[in-house]
Nanobody
Framework: QVQLVESGGGLVQAGGSLRLSCAAS????????MAWFRQAPGKERKFVSA????????YYADSVKGRFTISRDNSGNTVFLQMNRLKPEDTAVYYC?????????????????WGQGTQVTVSS
């Protein structure tokens, strides 16, 4: 049984930083795509960033480019999201996702596995 477990969310002031972690178990995602999405209240879930570890490729939404960095540990089964210079509009529930394969997608429907989400709140 595959599980993705996120951690690291919390409350931070604008301009601050947070680091999210997502640990996968039940299957190795070493060669696959892991990603972060976020969902603000009343809005649809949106792509934030993706990592294809085997290819050394990373992708970012324009809204977070230059502020957020995605990375993975040596096993490839834990993905991190370092979030710097946070803004109030970054407030959302952040979800970790994984899909089998090395093709990058920003559509949430393309991902096979999801974590339970972690709340990030940025105060102004």
């Amino acid at each position: 049984q595959v599980q993705l477990v996120e951690s690291g969310g919390g409350l931070v002031q604008a301009g601050g930083s947070l680091r999210l972690s997502c640990a996968a178990s039940g299957r190795t995602f070493r060669g696959d795509t892991m990603a972060w999405f976020r969902q603000a209240p009343g809005k649809e879930r949106k792509f934030v960033s993706a990592s294809i570890w085997r290819l050394g490729s990373s992708y970012y939404a324009d809204s977070v480019k230059g502020r957020f960095t995605i990375s993975r540990d040596n096993s490839g089964n834990t993905v991190f999201l370092q979030m710097n210079r946070l803004k109030p509009e970054d407030t959302a529930v952040y979800y970790c996702a994984a899909r089998i394969g090395t093709v990058y997608y920003s559509r949430s429907s393309e991902y096979d596995y999801w974590g339970q989400g972690t709340q990030v709140t940025v105060s102004s």
